[in-house]
T-cell receptor, first 116, second 113 residues
C-alpha cells in the first residue's frame, strides 16, 4: 500500500521569504501522480501544483515549485516570495496512474504560518 | 462556472441516527469522490463514483455508503452514527481520472453527540 509522510506539522516563514515543505512517499508503482493541495482555514481545498512521475522536469506554477526526487521518493514544495495569503494547511497527496481512479492518499499536512 | 456544492454545510446528530450528505459536482464532471477529514486520522478516502458506478472504495465499515445519480450528483449515507464519525466530509469532482485536477467542495461538518 502507498503511504505519504509529511514530517513537519508546522512551519513558519516571514513575508517575502522562501519556505520549503517536505513530503516523502512510499510506493512500489513506477507510474503515479503527486500533488500539493492547500486548505486555508474554513475554506475549500485547492490544487497548488501537480507532478507526473514519468516527467523528470520539476513542475512550477508561478511562486510555487517542486523538487521531485523519484529515486528518493521525495516531493518537496518550495514557496518563493511568501505572501500572507499563503497561510494555510498544505497537504501532499499521491494518486496511482494505472487504472481508473481518483483516489488520493494524503499526508498529515503541514500548517504554514506567514509572519508579516 | 459553479464549483462543487455540498449540503448541508453543518449538521448535528446523535448516536444511532443516520445522516445523508449531498454533493453536486461541477457541471460536466462525471467523477465524484468522498473523503473524511478528522484531526486524528487526517484525510481518508471513502469512495469514488463515476457514471453512477462505484469504482473505488476505501477502508470504511459498511455503515458508510454512497450513490451517484444520472446527473452526477452524489450522496453519501452514514447509518448508526458513532461519536467517531464526527468529521468534515469533503466531496471532490473531476472530469475523469488521470493527472487532472480534483475540485473540492467546502465540506459538510458533521457533529455526532
Amino acid at each position: 500500500a502507498q503511504t505519504v509522510t509529511q514530517s513537519q506539522p508546522e512551519m513558519s516563514v516571514q513575508e517575502a521569504e522562501t519556505v520549503t515543505l517536505s513530503c516523502t512517499y512510499d510506493t512500489s508503482e513506477s507510474d503515479y501522480y503527486l500533488f500539493w493541495y492547500k486548505q486555508p482555514p474554513s475554506r475549500q481545498m485547492i490544487l497548488v501544483i501537480r507532478q507526473e512521475a514519468y516527467k523528470q522536469q520539476n513542475a512550477t506554477e508561478n511562486r510555487f515549485s517542486v523538487n521531485f526526487q523519484k529515486a528518493a521518493k521525495s516531493f518537496s514544495l518550495k514557496i518563493s516570495d511568501s505572501q500572507l495569503g499563503d497561510a494555510a494547511m498544505y497537504f501532499c497527496a499521491y494518486r496511482s496512474a494505472p487504472g481508473a481512479t481518483n483516489k488520493l492518499i494524503f499526508g498529515t499536512g503541514t500548517l504554514l504560518a506567514v509572519q508579516p | 462556472k459553479a464549483g462543487v456544492t455540498q449540503t448541508p454545510r453543518y449538521l448535528i446528530k446523535t448516536r444511532g441516527q443516520q445522516v445523508t450528505l449531498s454533493c453536486s459536482p461541477i457541471s460536466g464532471h462525471r467523477s465524484v469522490s468522498w473523503y473524511q477529514q478528522t484531526p486524528g486520522q487526517g484525510l481518508q478516502f471513502l469512495f469514488e463514483y463515476f457514471s453512477e458506478t462505484q469504482r473505488n472504495k476505501g477502508n470504511f465499515p459498511g455503515r458508510f455508503s454512497g450513490r451517484q445519480f444520472s446527473n452526477s450528483r452524489s450522496e453519501m449515507n452514514v447509518s448508526t452514527l458513532e461519536l467517531g464519525d464526527s468529521a468534515l466530509y469533503l466531496c471532490a469532482s473531476s472530469l475523469d481520472s488521470g493527472p487532472g485536477e480534483l475540485f473540492f467542495g467546502e465540506g459538510s461538518r458533521l457533529t455526532v453527540l
